[in-house]
């Protein structure tokens, strides 16, 4: 079992800046790829990055191309969303998840469903 927390959510002006990171407690980060999704006022749950076991693969979803950039440190305990030139379109509550399974270290899913374990999530709220 895997405990999530994130953090680094808050209100900023569109075009701003944000840095959310999850921290995972009870086990080591480095077994699992991490996912970030969002889920805007009355919308479904979106992907919106994800990095592998190792690290050395990132997938992104075509809105945040460009803007967003996934990390994990070097001791792989946390996973970092740096969130650049924000939209208001980005508001929205922002979720880690982690998958235990295993499909090699240089993968990581864009599917919400194949993700085993989530955090409670932080808001972020860009204003125009």
């Known amino acids: 079992q895997v405990q999530l927390v994130e953090s680094g959510g808050g209100l900023v002006q569109a075009g701003g800046s944000l840095r959310l990171s999850c921290a995972a407690s009870g086990r080591t980060f480095s077994r699992y790829a991490v996912g970030w999704f969002r889920q805007g006022p009355g919308k479904e749950r979106e992907f919106v990055a994800a990095?592998?076991?190792?690290?050395?693969?990132?997938y992104y979803a075509e809105s945040v191309k460009g803007r967003f950039t996934i990390s994990r440190d070097a001791a792989k305990i946390t996973v970092y969303l740096q969130m650049n030139s924000l939209k208001s379109e980005d508001t929205a509550v922002y979720y880690c998840?982690?998958?235990?399974?295993?499909?090699?270290?240089?993968?990581?899913?864009?599917?919400?469903?194949?993700?085993?374990?989530w955090g409670q999530g932080t808001q972020v709220t860009v204003s125009s």
């Open positions: 990095i592998s076991r190792s690290g050395s693969s990132t």
């Open positions: 998840a982690a998958d235990a399974a295993y499909y090699g270290s240089d993968y990581a899913p864009e599917r919400r469903q194949e993700y085993d374990y």
